[in-house]
């Protein structure tokens, strides 16, 4: 295939040092050394934002993106341009990466992960329109209108406005990236509703108190608490979505109306902060870990497949 493989290694990728990169990492240590063939697999992160993170990648037998969209925010450009090379690379020479590197595309492009879920069926905001923030300055909105960042996350550069003259001014400080502008779904229920889902099933379902401003994020003050009524239906609607995304790990943000669930944001890497395990009752990391290993299926599996 051209590079030599180094071990049984799997890279998990990364880019902000998150304190989740690590849990991550070390849970998938602790579940592979549980194996009857653990001795042989070596978990190694890979700095996203280093010139030599291509080679380190494709040395490994399998890929966990940690890649997030709010990448661009931090100054990590860079690793969100590598990604796009490393799929490419990694898909030729066969190694395996999750989520796989369309997901990865949804998660850095907010109107292509709603516009392929309205195809599904799945209630969806109305797209006004994404592009620069001149262009958007006229495009036709219906006021309440949430304008964020095309790709991006944490509620970084988002704003509610509720007229021309809130949108001129947001736009107008608004930084020289894409944006997107949606239809404002009012939280009816006074939450967003945080589905995550582990290997292909819905693992987790908290409710997201809304700030002040509006929004709902962590770091605005949103307090978690554990959904354990959540309706059937939207849980299977949540597996719809992951589905048509390609995300066997990642989170759904739903606000639930009288009209239906509608789905605000869709994230192929999900994070968590070490306080959150304590308030879920659940480390979702070592979850993400133990599902993972489950489908990689042990070396032999992996030399079966020429891995």
Known sequence: MGQERDMYAIGVLYESDEWSDHKLAAELQHALAARPSGADWQVRLINM??????????????????????AQFRGHGASLERMEQLISSA???????????????????????????ARVGLCTPTV????????????????????????????????????????DAFLSAAPAISFIAEEYIEPEYGFI??????????????????????????HLGSTYELYDDVPASLQAEVLTAAQTLGFSFGSFDVIETARGNFFIDANSVSNVSEDCTETFGMDLMAEYAKAITEQIGGKDALDQRGL
């Open 193 to 218: 509703t945080r589905a995550e889902v582990v290997g292909g099933a819905v693992a987790l379902v908290v409710r997201r108190s809304i700030a002040p401003s509006g929004l709902s994020a962590y």
């Open 128 to 167: 006004y329109g994404c592009g620069w923030p001149e262009e958007l300055a006229s495009a036709a909105l219906a006021f309440p209108a949430v304008i964020k960042p095309n790709c991006g996350g944490r509620t970084t550069c988002t704003a509610i406005v509720h007229n021309a003259v809130e949108r």
């Open 49 to 70: 934002e280093q010139p030599d993170c291509l080679e380190q990648a494709l040395a490994c037998r399998m890929l966990v993106s940690r890649i997030f969209a709010s």
């Open 91 to 117: 898909e030729s020479a066969g190694i395996p990466l999750i989520n796989p590197g369309f997901a990865h595309r949804f998660e850095v492009n907010k109107r292509a992960a709603t516009e392929a879920l």
